[in-house]
T-cell receptor, first 118, second 115 residues
Framework: KAGVTQTPRYLIKTRGQQVTLSCSPI?????VSWYQQTPGQGLQFLFE???????NKGNFPGRFSGRQFSNSRSEMNVSTLELGDSALYLC?????????????????FGAGSRLTVL | AQKITQTQPGMFVQEKEAVTLDCTYD???????LFWYKQPSSGEMIFLIY??????QNATEGRYSLNFQKARKSANLVISASQLGDSAMYFC????????????FGQGTELSVKP
């Protein structure tokens, strides 16, 4: 069973540019969440998509956006890049069963996309 | 405020010994889930173990066990018989009130296993 696939794994951009990162979830997983990981702020939740709709959003500026396609693949976009956007961007997928009240819905993470902004 | 605190930035353990990684959490919501993830230098987060707030027994998964003390709001990870491959960052995380894909993470503990 293939895991969560993120592309590209590494990329370098300059300030002011924009970037698009891609995430292919595990087959059958309908929820995709994105996280930013930096040495200073740690792991921070960006947003979650489920059935092509944004279901939850973290505290990030509007430059950070995302979308999900009908096959559950997701992309996130960062416009007008700043130096502080340099980070490891992690994508996670889960089944997110409707009516799951146990909370045990486990997120499976990809290996991440490491973005460097110069 | 919902928060996860990991007070041990780094820890060393001898191979084959047991080690406990500390995690305390803060939430006023009665329904929550606690997770531990391992992140090797490759970057991928690997799920280790889960504990629900209503679970009566401590969770166990192979060499991993979670020491859940609800009154103290702690959820410490115990790794028995440490192996060299256990060297990695370990993150404690919380999901509150079934908020889907949103986890709140602690700052992590870097574990180094000595041969």
């Amino acid at each position: 069973k293939a895991g969560v696939t993120q592309t590209p794994r590494y990329l370098i951009k300059t300030r002011g540019q924009q970037v698009t990162l891609s995430c292919s979830p595990i087959s059958g997983h309908r929820s995709v969440s994105w996280y930013q990981q930096t040495p200073g702020q740690g792991l921070q939740f960006l947003f979650e998509y489920f059935s092509e709709t944004q279901r939850n959003k973290g505290n990030f500026p509007g430059r950070f956006s995302g979308r999900q396609f009908s096959n559950s693949r997701s992309e996130m976009n960062v416009s007008t890049l700043e130096l502080g956007d340099s980070a490891l961007y992690l994508c996670a997928s889960s089944i997110r069963l409707a009516g799951d009240s146990t909370g045990a819905n486990v997120l499976t993470f990809g290996a991440g996309s490491r973005l460097t902004v110069l | 405020a919902q928060k996860i605190t990991q007070t041990q930035p780094g820890m060393f353990v001898q191979e084959k010994e047991a080690v406990t990684l500390d995690c305390t959490y803060d939430t006023s919501d009665p329904s929550y889930g606690l997770f531990w993830y391992k992140q090797p230098s490759s970057g991928e987060m690997i799920f280790l173990i889960y504990q629900g707030s209503y679970d009566q027994q401590n969770a166990t998964e192979g060499r991993y066990s979670l020491n859940f003390q609800k009154a103290r709001k702690s959820a410490n990870l115990v790794i028995s018989a440490s192996q060299l491959g256990d060297s990695a960052m370990y993150f404690c995380a919380m999901r509150v009130n079934n908020q889907g894909g949103k986890l709140i993470f602690g700052q992590g503990t870097e574990l180094s296993v000595k041969p």
